[in-house]
Nanobody, 121 residues
């Protein structure tokens, strides 16, 4: 089970950190990812981190967002800086077995319920 938290309303240029706590199994060897879905748009890849800590980012967030994980807490984070109104979306945490990172949502077998992030202009 994956449970996200930390979403909210923030002004453009601000920062927010969202979290995802995993339970029910050990996800330390799983690739953990963040996806987002804005109203009327398809779900899109944001970032992923492997069990070894290797990171992958979408071009739209590179340099602004940072994904990290805390194995002891079974938690993955997404630090979002310099937020823009286009970052407004429901953000989903996901987990994928294996060692290779992926940008494809269909490669991820576990999903959280999502947390809303709203960036005002």
């Amino acid at each position: 089970q994956l449970v996200e938290s930390g979403g909210g309303l923030v002004q453009a240029g601000g920062s927010l950190r969202i979290s995802c706590v995993a339970s029910g199994r050990t996800f330390s060897n799983y690739v953990m990812g963040w996806f987002r879905q804005a109203p009327g748009k398809e779900r899109e890849f944001v970032a992923a981190v492997s069990g070894s800590g290797s990171e992958l980012y979408a071009d739209s967030v590179k340099g602004r967002f940072t994904i990290s994980r805390d194995g002891a807490k079974n938690t993955v984070y997404l630090q979002m800086n310099s937020l823009e109104p286009d970052d407004t979306a429901v953000y989903y945490c996901a987990a994928k077995g294996g060692y290779s990172k992926s940008t494809r949502q269909y490669d991820y077998g576990f999903w959280g319920q999502g947390t809303q992030v709203t960036v005002s202009a």
